[in-house]
Every structure is written in C-alpha cells, then in structure tokens.
C-alpha cells in the first residue's frame, strides 16, 4: 500500500490552510 493520503492530506492543507 502506498501513502498516498500523507501527500495528498499535506497538499490540501497547503492548498488550504485552516
């Protein structure tokens, strides 16, 4: 399994941020 969700977690935060 790779860890897509890290990446994709991290680029929606920098997309993002709360």
């Known amino acids: ?3 897509t ?3 994709n977690l991290a680029m ?3 997309r ?3």
């Open 5 to 7: 969700a890290a990446p």
């Open 16 to 18: 993002d941020p709360a």
């Open 12 to 14: 929606s935060v920098l």
């Open 1 to 3: 399994q790779l860890p």
